[in-house]
């Protein structure tokens, strides 16, 4: 059973105590001089969080994402919100976008005015900002697919387009290896990392055996986040769970270091943005939960995706596969490489975002 709902407005109490945490903030003394090589930057991060205590505004940004279309879909023990933004057209195709981590549903804001003449289905994934609560409190990738499919199922789409990136680009294609005959065509901006820190194919080209070696040199320099959160989640959760300061530094630091802010963050997101992506962490209490797609290693890649799939790769994004490490998973129809754009490229480029889309919609078509 479907049901339109309005998302809960944060109580009132939990506002206050995040304000009081704030200006309880004890900074904390680090070696080597201020700045971003090592982190947050501590000035920065100073300044976000007095803003954040006694200047932003959380109730107007809420009153805006309660402003869209939610519907609450009973898909079993797994309940599942979902944004439907419905086209006019009954006979309207449609779209599945599927945000990742550190981000939300948010991720799309600037995409949905884009896709008005399509149905848009943009699933708060579990464990995440603004999903309902599972018994499970997260969910690995496979399991978030067979949710999201069913959830589909309940509202009648029977084929549609799935684009993603990210933690979503894995739940992609577990809903396309599940259902072939559902998901008519993707649209992906990363090829899963996983694909080549598990049993990577063998008798690689140069170009791939480069991508390979620049792939684990990431993970070396910037990818412990993904160490500790698979590891170690518990005890990480504890300090960004209780620590709004702490959760901003984690968030922060990946918002501008995976954008193409050319390090100024406030480029791509202004102060009030960066904030509400922070705040929807914090007043759902989902930190801990997000990181069950880093724990939960069943579902992962693996196998050839048979759905044509359009790739738009965006240059400032973690780690950019060749298109003939692409061809060994999936069957790559359009390969784009947009001159700007990062990781959260559906809120940095929305135009070249949902260029890709179109043409996964023109390759569903087709097919």
Partial sequence: MSVVSALPEVPEPVLADLRARLRAYRPVTTAGEQGWDRGVDPDYLAALLRYWADGYDWRAHEERIRSLPWVDLDTGPTPLRVVHQRADADD????????????????????????????????????????????????????????????????GVSRYVVSAGDVGSNVAESLATDRPAAVAALHLTDVSQYRYLANPPTELSEREQAYLRAGHEWQASEGAYMHQQGTRPRTLAVGLGDSPAGLAAWILEKLRSWTDCHGDVESVFTRD????????????????????????????????????????????????????FAERFHDVRSWEEPPAGGHFAAWERPEDYVRGVRTALELAAQD
């Fill in 273 to 324: 943005e960066i904030l509400t992506w922070i705040t929807a962490y914090w007043v759902s209490g989902c930190i801990g939960t997000s990181f069950t797609p880093y724990v939960d290693k069943t579902g992962r890649p693996a196998g050839q995706i048979t759905a044509p799939t359009a790739f738009t790769l965006f240059p400032r994004d973690l780690a950019n596969a060749p298109r003939e």
């Fill in 92 to 155: 309207a195709p449609t779209v599945v976008l599927l945000h990742g981590w550190p981000d939300s549903v948010l991720r799309f804001e600037r995409v949905l005015p884009l896709l008005t003449d399509v149905d848009v289905v943009v699933p708060a994934l579990p464990g995440f900002p603004f999903a309902r609560a599972v018994p499970q409190g997260g969910l690995p990738a496979a399991a978030m697919a067979e949710v999201v499919g069913r959830a589909l199922e309940q509202l």
